[in-house]
């Protein structure tokens, strides 16, 4: 069975979607502060985080970057707020996604499963690597090293990149990464895919290592 860790300090909204969520055949934790949160997310050890935005005193941003030095599972965001530029911020950072409140449970338990799904197919118990120019991927661990140093991507822009290498220097439409990779359908409006390509170039130092060919999309550059 899953585990599902909800940092929120809404009582009310927490304790509903526990029971939504453990109807739905889901082991779920609660964590209503900040404090001790990283040290709840060593103990439990989820297959998934769904972190309120608005936690008092700690910026959840902190909680996401403290998170991500030892983890990649994957993380939802609580949000209030809606707005394309708050959405692009949460994913370009260390989130997997986000849904506004009020939310539809039955959006967000869809979410929980597609990520879920994904995470687990990911998983790969064959140690091996793929090597591009300075950049090595190692598939076992799931981390991304140039010139063997390791650098930080968050799932999406690691699933991404991986898919891209895994093709040589085929291109890869935008469906086929929005759908396949990062498992979000609405890749024809949406700017998602864009910031993650963007974020993957900035944080390897090549901005030319992914090539995006107008109407047709991305492909690993010769």
Do not use: Q
């Not at 598939?139 to 991986?162: G, H, M, P, R, S």
Request: charge should be positive; proline fraction near 2%.
């Amino acid at each position: 069975m899953e585990k599902i860790l909800i940092i929120e300090d809404d009582l009310g909204i927490s304790k509903s979607l526990k029971l939504y969520l453990e109807n739905s055949d889901f082991e779920i934790e609660l964590h209503n502060t900040w404090k001790d949160a990283i040290n709840k997310i060593k103990e439990v050890n989820p297959n998934l985080i769904i972190l309120d935005i608005n936690l008092p005193v700690m910026n959840w941003m902190e909680i996401c970057k403290l998170t991500r030095d030892f983890s990649n599972v994957p993380i939802i965001m609580l949000t209030a707020k809606n707005t394309e530029n708050d959405k692009i911020l949460w994913l370009e950072l260390w989130a997997d996604d986000y849904i506004a409140k009020p939310f539809s449970p039955r959006e967000l338990l869809a979410r929980i499963k597609r990520i879920i799904k994904r995470s687990l197919n990911n998983t790969d118990n064959n140690s091996n690597t793929i090597t591009y120019n300075d950049i090595t991927l190692n598939l076992d661990k799931k981390i991304v090293l140039v010139k063997n140093k390791e650098i930080n991507l968050t799932k999406n822009e690691y699933d991404l990149l991986e898919r891209i290498l895994k093709e040589n220097w085929k291109i890869v439409t935008r469906e086929v990464l929005m759908t396949e990779v990062i498992w979000y359908d609405k890749y024809v409006y949406d700017r998602t895919l864009d910031t993650h390509i963007k974020n993957i170039r900035k944080k390897l130092w090549n901005s030319k290592i992914i090539l995006t060919v107008r109407g047709e999309w991305y492909r690993l550059n010769k």
